[in-house]
């Protein structure tokens, strides 16, 4: 196996800018319609996942290997931002008025495609 953390520094940069991305484009539970195309498309870009969008509305489940035997692992992070303005001044702040991802609910969905992304490279 590879050392995890170096494999992570290789695509750190383009979590933070898939996070930021995220953060500064916030969408309310039920309405995360542009954040699920982000994960369907960055999970396509990788290959091999079979993706399911628009499960609950607009969840996406992506499943790799379920056709093997054995022990699976399962991992899920929400995609909603709250009604909560953002006062923060940063450059990646929403711009949608009036929500914002107060919840940490952007990192989490990063943290899955890094996920996603680490054993992409592991292959």
Known sequence: MKDIKQLIQNFLPRLVEIRRDIHAHPELAFKEVETAKKVVALLSELGGWDIKPQVAKTGVVATLGANKSGPCVALRADMDALAIP????????SKHDGVMHACGH?????????????KYRMN
């Not at 953002?86 to 702040?93: I, L, N, R, S």
């Not at 952007?106 to 680490?118: F, I, K, P």
């Open 106 to 118: 952007d990192g989490h969905t990063t943290c899955l495609l890094g996920a996603a992304m680490a």
């Open 86 to 93: 953002e006062q923060t001044g940063k450059p990646y702040a």
